[in-house]
């Protein structure tokens, strides 16, 4: 990790900086009931979309029989866009 207060302190002699800029990867995440959720798994990986779906569901309370049903044809879009 890049501590911002060493750098600017090792540039204080320096003529002229312009800007310190940072690129900062960040996982993929998504707001799901008013958090927001990462969209990778435990370790790192990005979660199948069947999974996100899930989340969204539970989120959403939505209904366990609705939820079953929901996920039930999102399989089957799901495996037919692999093909």
């Given at each position: 990790?890049?501590?911002?207060?060493?750098?600017?302190?090792?540039?204080?002699?320096?003529?002229?900086?312009?800007?310190?800029?940072?690129?900062v990867e960040r996982a993929p995440r998504?707001?799901?009931?008013?958090?927001?959720?990462?969209?990778?798994?435990?370790?790192?990986?990005?979660?199948?979309?069947?999974?996100?779906?899930?989340?969204?569901?539970?989120?959403?309370?939505?209904?366990?029989?609705?939820?079953?049903?929901?996920?039930?044809?999102?399989?089957?879009?799901?495996?037919?866009?692999?093909?």
């Amino acid at each position: 990790m890049i501590k911002e207060k060493e750098v600017r302190k090792s540039l204080g002699e320096a003529f002229l900086v312009a800007s310190i800029s940072k690129d900062v990867e960040r996982a993929p995440r998504l707001r799901l009931g008013g958090r927001w959720v990462s969209l990778r798994d435990s370790g790192g990986e990005e979660m199948p979309p069947q999974e996100v779906l899930e989340r969204y569901l539970e989120a959403k309370r939505v209904p366990p029989e609705r939820a079953r049903v929901l996920l039930t044809h999102a399989r089957k879009i799901i495996e037919e866009e692999q093909r």
